[in-house]
């Protein structure tokens, strides 16, 4: 792994990575996971000695519950601003449920099961206000004292994007997966809305000076597997 400018924390809440990255004093928190999380990430703050109100932001990297599930309980205990793409904000807005597509025979085994959990998972989510539309153009994060910005990076869904800092950790939601619901390491995509998108959104990371991966299933994971998957 490469030398980190700023310290990343991870914090799994359900199925879910989601991580702090520091900034001066404060914090970037990456992702608010599933539905009824809250107690578990009041728990991890305290066994890492933040306090809540240092989280200035909650990027949300897209509309899945397993992302946004539990963005409205901790926008209320940080009082951070919630950003995310305005295509997914949308969705979160509407309190809709969206399961991603599936590609290839796991992806499609996979989404049978996606469906069938759909109407409970909608009972517990709520419409929640998204404080900050982001556009198609990088957000600079300096503002926030972290050299790096946020990306449109569509495929998984159409609203994705990811964080990437000039160190080279890029987060990237499930615009690439390592774990479950992949069944080995980093490989080809199992679950989203456009996989010729999704090539692009891993070029473009690429692009972007992206060399280390930290995704929202599974570990992290050198950005070379990129290059090698798609031959640049
Ligand atoms: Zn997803
Ligand atoms: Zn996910």
């Known amino acids: 792994m490469n030398s980190q400018e700023h310290q990343i924390l991870p914090i799994k809440l359900g199925i879910t990575n989601c991580y702090l990255i520091r900034g001066g004093d404060d914090y970037i928190l990456v ?16 066994q890492l000695m933040i306090d809540p109100t240092r989280i ?24 951070g601003i919630s950003a995310m793409h305005h295509q997914d904000k949308e969705l979160v807005e509407k309190g809709m449920v969206i399961m991603p597509g599936g590609i290839g025979l796991w992806g499609s085994f996979l ?11 909608k009972k517990n989510i709520k419409p ?8 198609e153009k990088p957000f600079s994060l300096e503002s926030f004292q972290i050299n790096g910005k946020i990306l449109p990076t569509p495929g998984h869904t159409a609203g994705s994007m990811s964080l990437v800092l000039n160190s080279g950790e890029a987060f990237v939601g499930d615009t690439a997966m390592s774990g479950f619901p992949r069944l080995t390491g980093p490989g080809p995509f199992v679950l989203g809305d456009d996989l010729k998108a999704m090539k692009r959104s891993w070029q473009l990371l690429l692009d972007h000076g992206a060399r280390w991966i930290y ?13 090698k998957y798609l031959g640049s």
């Open 128 to 135: 929640t206000l998204v404080d900050r539309a982001l556009e």
């Open 111 to 121: 989404t049978v099961f996606l469906w069938a959990m759909k109407s409970q998972v």
């Open 56 to 79: 200035k932001l909650i990027f949300i990297t897209h509309a899945h519950f397993d992302h946004m599930g539990s963005l409205a309980e901790i926008s209320a205990l940080t009082g």
């Open 31 to 46: 992702d608010a996971g599933p539905p009824k999380s809250i107690s578990t990430f009041i728990q991890k703050l305290k």
């Open 215 to 227: 995704p929202s299933h599974g570990k992290p994971f050198d950005a070379e597997f990129f290059r």
